[in-house]
């Protein structure tokens, strides 16, 4: 079941608000979750950008994405700040022994349910129906939270993807 997003993301946070996806190469399992949302929680409380408290948000879907915003209309987020999140995002890989990096692999929507394919085989799955046009892709480069409500799933037909694999 494909989540709404404006009732997950906070209300509280600007449209501008920065936004992060590290998509896992696998599912989480319960166990890992419970884990990666304490070490999200700690995080958040204490994300500091220049000394000052960054207003931040983290949280995890379909159980194998993870998402960090921070909402810069109080604190802007710079290098070493964003570092701090790459380093838990760099935890959590060795923790669970995932890859939370790998720009190779990409995620659809398919039979409601996560599957990802490796960007060199997304030609073999379009042309043999596996993935379609209207087959939704999570377009993990989205910068904002309106941009990743509006998005972040669309269909492949209005994603990059159409240009170099549909026809």
Same mark, same amino acid.
């Given at each position: 079941?494909?989540?709404?997003?404006?009732?997950?993301?906070?209300?509280?946070?600007?449209?501008?608000?920065?936004?992060?996806? *590290?998509?896992?190469?696998?599912?989480?399992?319960?166990?890992?979750?419970?884990?990666?949302?304490?070490?999200?929680?700690?995080?958040?409380?204490?994300?500091?950008?220049?000394?000052?408290?960054?207003?931040?948000?983290? #949280?995890? /879907?379909?159980? %194998?994405?993870?998402?960090?915003?921070?909402?810069?209309? %109080?604190?802007?987020?710079?290098?070493?700040? #964003?570092?701090?999140?790459?380093?838990?995002?760099?935890?959590?890989?060795?923790?669970?022994?995932? %890859?939370?990096?790998?720009?190779?692999? /990409?995620?659809?929507?398919?039979?409601?349910?996560?599957? #990802?394919?490796?960007?060199?085989?997304?030609? *073999?799955?379009?042309?043999?129906?596996?993935?379609?046009?209207?087959? /939704?892709?999570?377009?993990?480069?989205?910068?904002?939270?309106?941009?990743?409500?509006?998005?972040?799933?669309?269909?492949?037909?209005?994603?990059? /993807?159409?240009?170099?694999?549909?026809?």
């Amino acid at each position: 079941m494909l989540v709404a997003l404006p009732e997950i993301l906070p209300e509280n946070f600007s449209a501008t608000s920065k936004v992060w996806i *590290y998509q896992s190469n696998r599912l989480f399992s319960m166990g890992e979750v419970f884990e990666i949302e304490t070490l999200l929680e700690d995080f958040v409380a204490q994300w500091k950008s220049h000394g000052a408290k960054v207003k931040g948000f983290a #949280t995890i /879907l379909y159980g %194998q994405f993870i998402v960090l915003m921070a909402d810069e209309t %109080q604190t802007g987020v710079g290098g070493c700040s #964003t570092d701090s999140s790459v380093h838990v995002i760099k935890q959590i890989e060795v923790l669970c022994n995932v %890859q939370m990096f790998n720009r190779e692999l /990409l995620a659809f929507w398919v039979k409601e349910k996560v599957e #990802t394919i490796p960007v060199a085989q997304v030609g *073999y799955a379009v042309e043999n129906g596996i993935l379609k046009p209207d087959t /939704l892709y999570f377009n993990n480069l989205v910068n904002h939270k309106a941009e990743m409500e509006l998005k972040w799933l669309q269909p492949i037909s209005e994603s990059w /993807l159409a240009k170099k694999y549909l026809k």
